[in-house]
């Protein structure tokens, strides 16, 4: 019987030793990224009775069943897919706000408008050198800011498309981890302490993998994790201990598309489908800064043909360039101009053919749509600083449920240290009441 108690206290001992070393673990990782708190499982161990007690119990004491995480799957889903979509809105909204810095900084709106300003001052004097070279001079002014918004909008396109790429070989490597992970899992011990450390990491990776592309996770008994990417269709990203290639396709007009293996996807959420959505209104509002380019350009090139310049002869093209980027000013002197019609001698104070000019700007009206162009930008600024600050409330509260369930509380760890202090102290005093009747036993014996 001494020998039973001394086993049954022993184990007892073990118990109450392991979970005080979960406890401290616990307390040591109170602040650690991603770990996810401990707690055991202590069974009780029977056995059958020995020589002629075949038909009974024997208590054999307890033993410690399983390493438990406090995890909660369906909180670490929402965590993954809310911050999925903060991370979208938080890389639209910032190449978003990039694109207004790019049409509204660059002072292209003004420079529209002195540009419109010069001519009617021109029509004035048509044959002033001094009005002509002003015009000339805004001319130029304004090539050089459609020039430099072109260029702000490139700046902006190449950071998001590096930002992206950045994103996409990250998203590999974390790809190779899980595999890897998964590959250990298969291996590790159920209910051992580092199967737990196996199951943080794992969904640590989940969760950055989920920053960057809509997560579909669908796990295995054993802990695996099978991972597809992605939405409309969702691809297989790793499946056991083998993972695919995530990469990005650049358009002929700077947007990017995705595939794994090859096999397009929409990423759905995350940085990627930020940057997809963000390239895709950049690409936008750069063809109608192109459009609005050449519009200018071909309506006063065409009322440049119709008249003569200051000097008589026919009127050549005062722009040239297609875009944005190209634009340019043709004319090398002021005094090509043509403010008269066709036929008017050198130096005709015949304004008709600027009038002509003024009249085609007006209808083209290139400051409206320009105007039109930035206030497209502002409201989709505006509209999803509304939504990012929504998602990122949503984000933080998916968070903040996660972290109460999951996460070490140092109260309660405390009381743990003295509840499990205490039964190993119990424990030894036991064993050394065991001991005490085995000595008795021997000295009956003597």
Partial sequence: ??????????????????????????????????????????????????????????????????????????????????????????????????????LEQSGIFTSIVEFEASLQQLAGDPSDPSRRAAVLAEAQTMASKFQITAAGL??????????ANAQVEEANIIGGELARVNLRLTRAGSGSSDRAALLDQRDQLLERLAGFSSVNA????????????????ARSFVDGGASSVLSSIQGGDGTLTFAVDGQATNPG?????????????LATMRERLDTLAKGLADTVNAAQAAGVGNNGSPGAPLFEGTTAATLKVALASGEGIATAPAGAGTGSRDATNLANLRA?????????????????????VAGRN?????????????????????????????????RFQQAFQASGRAMQAASDIFDTLLGIGR
């Fill in 386 to 418: 509304v939504t990012q600050s929504a998602l990122e409330t949503i984000a933080s509260s998916a968070r903040i449920s996660l972290e109460q369930q999951s996460s070490v509380n140092l109260d309660t760890e405390a009381t743990n240290l003295i």
């Fill in 218 to 233: 669908s796990f295995a008994s054993d802990g695996t994790v099978a991972v597809s990417l992605g939405s409309t269709p």
């Fill in 360 to 380: 085609a700007l007006a209808t083209e009206n290139p400051a409206q749509k320009l105007s039109s162009l930035l206030f497209d930008v502002s409201s989709s």
């Fill in 154 to 163: 490139d700046s902006a396109g190449d950071g998001l498309r590096f930002d």
């Fill in 1 to 102: 019987m001494a020998s039973d108690l001394l086993s049954i206290a022993a184990s007892g001992a073990r118990a109450a030793r392991g979970a005080l070393d979960v406890t401290a673990q616990n307390i040591a990782n109170a602040s650690s990224d991603g770990y996810v708190r401990r707690s055991l499982r202590i069974e009780e161990v029977s056995a059958a009775g020995g020589a002629g007690r075949n038909a009974d119990i024997s208590l054999s004491g307890a033993r410690i069943a399983e390493i438990k995480r406090n995890a909660d799957p369906f909180l670490q889903g929402e965590v993954r897919r809310t911050d999925g979509d903060l991370q979208r809105a938080n890389t639209e909204l910032s190449g978003l706000r990039n694109i207004e810095s790019a």
């Fill in 269 to 281: 959420s995350g940085s990627l489908a930020g940057a997809g959505l963000a390239l895709t209104a």
